[in-house]
């Protein structure tokens, strides 16, 4: 890292093009400022002067519909000016989306529900940030709900989840995580507890098609709804169920027309289903950049981003722990009582023995009071993390962002596991 300022370079960007970036050296940063015009990144306005700090991690996109200047200072891996950008077929579905808001409104009914697909690395997670974006600048207060498991970018990885969208993502810290829906599912993919996953979108569908009707601005501005890269056999079913149970009017399917196709194929007709193309700068990720994407979502929602959070850390005992986790091992349909499927089998609470197993696990803090609820169809209030596990004493230490003690609850565990090196 050099301490030495770099020289600020100016791009000058003509109307509908972006200024693309990525920075991959570790402690490099980088500041990017709008000297005129306008240009906005992901759907969120630059503001004229302002200094925007990028750090190791950050693959970025400065677009601009008028054209305009921006400086550029530090050192960045890739850097380059892009003129051909979908960008212009995105704002075209967000017109559409917005007259079928407008027309919501004045009739009071359910605004446009709609779901974003398509395999890994297509700019899902970005097309449904900047629909967002461009809904709320225009006064919508839309659902947003993420059933990406492994990247989402509400709560945590191993949950799905939704937050109502009130104001533009931040530049750096994306959309405000206030009071967010959250459910579990305790794996980084969908396919190690399917049946799990099929239930928490059913109640998660339930849940914010209810929530959609108690304010009658999010009901005319809608839900968008991000989905998992596996678009193949078993996740190509879940974004069937998905489709069903949110009852979406449309689907994007981003760069597939292996996908598209078999949706227009399978799903009802009065879904109206749109193929877009994917933006060139969308940037592939290897599994190891996935799997540290995970782990700074987990540090962050312990330790914050930009406004430092900071964690708590103490010690409970074994005996007054509650964990369970969700689903004993597959057992086959010829061993499992009458009437009782495999499957079944995967809903199940196991009560798990604390032990030296726990350490850095992550658990999920449930809202469920006893196991007589319906603990798998009750969201999560928060997570704490294993750190520490005392066999001769008996406790386990833990990291929490509420002090201790720990409200008597009911912990599930997950298999995600994180490694507090703070
Ligand atoms: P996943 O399969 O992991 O869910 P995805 O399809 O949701 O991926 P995104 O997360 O939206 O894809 O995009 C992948 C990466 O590419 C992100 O880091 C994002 O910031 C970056 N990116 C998206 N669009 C652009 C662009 N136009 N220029 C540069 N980088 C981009
Ligand atoms: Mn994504």
Redesign the pocket.
Known sequence: MSEEAEKPVEYNLEADS?L?FELEAKGEKVFVELKSGFAELFGTELVKGKAYEFTTGA???IFTYHGCVLEVKGKTDVLYVAKE?PMVQYINCHAALEQMREIAEEKNVQGPIVMVV?P????????CRIFLNYAVRVGRRPMFVDL?IG?GCISIPGTIGAILVERPASLEEGFSQQAPLVYHLGHKSPSSNDALYRIIISKMAEVTLEALQANKKTKASGMIINT??WVKGGGYRHLLHAAQAFEVGAIFV?DQERLYNELLRDIPAFVKVVLLPK?G???E?SGAS?AEARDIRIKEYFYGHRSPLYPHSFDVKWSDLKIYKIGAPALPDSCMPLGMKAEDNMTKLVAVQPGPNLLHHILAVSFAESIEDDVIQTNVAGFICVTHVDCDRQTITVLSPQPRPLPNVILLLSELQFMDTH
């Open positions: 972006e693309r693959k970025v996109a950008t398509g890994m690395d297509v700019g899902k997670t970005t097309l990406d990247q998992c890269g981003l933006s700068g969308v940037v990720r996935r």
